[in-house]
Every structure is written in C-alpha cells, then in structure tokens.
C-alpha cells in the first residue's frame, strides 16, 4: 500500500502558482520524498526530491514541513502543459520499494 | 538523466500468447524495475530486476506469469505469458540513476482481444 495520501484532484489557473499538498505522516527518517507526473499516455516524468531540506530545480519546488509528515510540491507558474497526475511517493534510498498510490488530477485551466 | 527505451510501444496480442517487452537503458544500472498500469490506474509494482540475481516479485505477480530477464546492466525482458483481456495494460520499466533519481520508460501499451 502507498504511504502518501493526497487529494484526488485539483485546478489551478494558468500563470497562477500550483500547490499539490501530500502527507506522509509515517514517513521514516530514512526515507525520501519523490514526486512524479505522469502527463496522458506518457510514463512517468520525475520532477524533484528531496529528504527534509526545502529544494528547487527548474520543474518545481518541494517544500518538506519540520517535522517531515508532509510535503508541498509548488509549480511557480502553471501553464496548460503542467495538467497530468502528480504522485507523491516516499522511499528508502537503494531499496525496491518504490509505491505509487492514486496520485492528484492538476488541471491547468486558462 | 537517463535514456530508456522500452519495445514494443504498442502491440494487440491475441489472448492465450505471450508477448515479450525489452528495456534499454543508455547507460549501466544495478536496479531496474517493472510496474504495470491498468486502465484508469496507479502504477503498480510488479518485480524488481537487478543483474547478477533472481528477480523479486511482488505479492499477486509469478515468475511463471511475468518471466523477467537481466543479462546486463542496460538491457531486461518482460514476458507476459498466456495473455488475457486482464493484462490489457501499460507495462513500464525504471531504472535508479546515481542520485537515487529514478526513471521511467514511455511504456509499453499492451491490448489483448
């Protein structure tokens, strides 16, 4: 089963900042928190992850709370490209456990 | 990152065959992974492949059913055996990069009639 629960869908409009919240409040301290989109028909793309500290790249920021049971994936401008299903997923570094759970619908409306 | 390519894309197999997909990755990696994505559905894991040992099922998938080969660190098989409308799915493999970033194929979309 997923260790991450997140909300089923959400909108966003475009140009507007996007925050895809997940908790992962059993998370270990040994486990990282990875977020993917799986845009339709596609596999999934890996967008960041991180372990307790903030972290940005170009896609996105992931933004982890102290105490590490939650986590906040930010696209700074949505654009219609962006509408895909994020996942949240927490793993242990070099393990195969690796578990997708239902995901969150972003759709990017203009 | 990481280049994979998954064979075939698609394919429509009659039910009862078997049906192989290959993997390959541009550069060497000791994990690879398997899942399997039914219609309307999250990923779900089936085996983990790593080279130099058995590959590792997970509960409700059988070697027996989803074969799997490793023979080195950038290529693995799938094998789905006597195929029914139920494994009418997208079969994707992924690979762990240095970084522990992993990545995925664009799948395989796999229609059994």
């Known amino acids: 089963d997923a260790k991450t629960t997140q909300p089923p869908s959400m909108d966003c409009a475009e140009g507007r900042a996007a925050n895809l919240p997940c908790n992962h409040s059993t998370i270990s301290g040994n486990e990282y928190v990875y977020w993917y989109r799986q845009i339709h028909s596609q596999g999934p793309q890996y967008i960041i992850h991180?372990?307790?500290n903030n972290e940005t790249n170009e896609m996105a920021s992931l933004i982890i709370t102290e105490d590490r049971k939650s986590s906040t994936l930010i696209l700074p401008h949505a654009t219609l490209r962006d509408t895909a299903v994020y996942y949240c997923i927490v793993r242990v570094v070099n393990s195969d456990d690796m578990r997708f759970g239902a995901g969150t619908r972003l759709t990017v409306k203009p | 990152s990481a280049v994979i390519s998954q064979k075939p894309s698609r394919d429509i197999c009659q039910r009862g065959t078997s049906l192989t997909i290959q993997c390959q990755v541009d550069s060497q990696v000791t994990m690879m992974f398997w899942y399997r994505q039914q219609p309307g559905q999250s990923l779900t894991l089936i085996a983990t492949a790593n080279q130099g040992s058995e590959a590792t099922y997970e509960s409700g998938f059988v070697i027996d059913k989803f074969p799997i080969s490793r023979p080195n660190l950038t290529f693995s098989t799938l094998t789905v055996s006597n195929m029914s409308p139920e494994d009418s799915s997208i079969y994707l493999c992924s690979v762990v990069m240095p970084g522990n970033t992993i990545y995925f194929g664009e799948g395989s979309w796999l229609t059994v009639v």
């Open positions: 991180g372990l307790k």
